[in-house]
Antibody, heavy 117, light 110 residues
Framework: EAQLVESGGGLVQPGESLRLSCATS????????MHWLRQAPGKGLVWVSR????????IYADSVKGRFTISRDNAKNTLYLQMNSLRVDDTAVYYC??????????WGQGTRVTVSS | QSALTQPPSASGSPGQSVAISCTGT?????????VSWYQQHPGKAPKLIIS???KRPSGVPDRFSGSKSGNTASLTVSGLQTEDEADYYC??????????FGGGTKLTVL
């Protein structure tokens, strides 16, 4: 069964950094684009970033550009999100998802990030 | 990119049908047949229920259907069941490898 499991969330202060991981299993990780999305408390879903299957291309939402870095290790079947210069409005549940142009067809259970002083 | 526009709430009685709209622009919903819909129960991860405007992934009941006209996509849930009570989100590809979501619709089964 295909599965995504996020980890690495927690409570940090504004300006600090955090690295999220998304361990995958049950499918050929290296064949798929992967994404990070987030959901602030009581709010809707927001797409954050996408990485090509081979890691050669990345793109980011304007709200995180220059602060967040998506990466992947296809040998370890793991996706990452390095989050620097965190702000209060980055507080959210972060989801990794498998996806394409058409949809996000497999989601993890999410990891909570809280940025607060 | 602005978020897509969804009604904040919708409701229906068991067995009835309800439609949820998702309005964008010619740069997203109207420009691509890459509209998808997601169901999210409280405290759970989103689940894909409609892809490419009207395609149902394996395992999704045929009570769920999708359509699009111009810049507005719609999700219809027929034969409402209590387990359909959830938040529903639409999403669209916008070009330039950017994706946008609607604000979500809370569906209540009365």
């Amino acid at each position: 069964e295909a599965q995504l499991v996020e980890s690495g969330g927690g409570l940090v202060q504004p300006g600090e950094s955090l690295r999220l991981s998304c361990a995958t299993s049950g499918f050929t990780f290296s064949s798929y684009w992967m994404h990070w999305l987030r959901q602030a408390p009581g709010k809707g879903l927001v797409w954050v970033s996408r990485i090509y299957s081979d890691g050669t291309d990345t793109i980011y939402a304007d709200s995180v550009k220059g602060r967040f870095t998506i990466s992947r290790d296809n040998a370890k079947n793991t996706l990452y999100l390095q989050m620097n210069s965190l702000r209060v409005d980055d507080t959210a549940v972060y989801y990794c998802a498998r996806g394409s142009y058409y949809h996000f067809d497999l989601w993890g259970q999410g990891t909570r990030v809280t940025v607060s002083s | 990119q602005s978020a897509l526009t969804q009604p904040p709430s919708a409701s229906g009685s068991p067995g009835q049908s309800v439609a949820i709209s998702c309005t964008g622009t010619s740069s997203d919903v109207g420009g691509y047949n890459y509209v998808s819909w997601y169901q999210q129960h409280p405290g759970k991860a989103p689940k894909l229920i409609i892809s490419e405007v009207s395609k149902r992934p394996s395992g999704v009941p045929d009570r769920f259907s999708g359509s699009k006209s111009g810049n507005t996509a719609s999700l219809t849930v027929s034969g409402l069941q209590t387990e359909d009570e959830a938040d529903y989100y639409c999403s669209s590809y916008t070009g330039s490898y950017i994706w946008v979501f609607g604000g979500g619709t809370k569906l209540t089964v009365l």
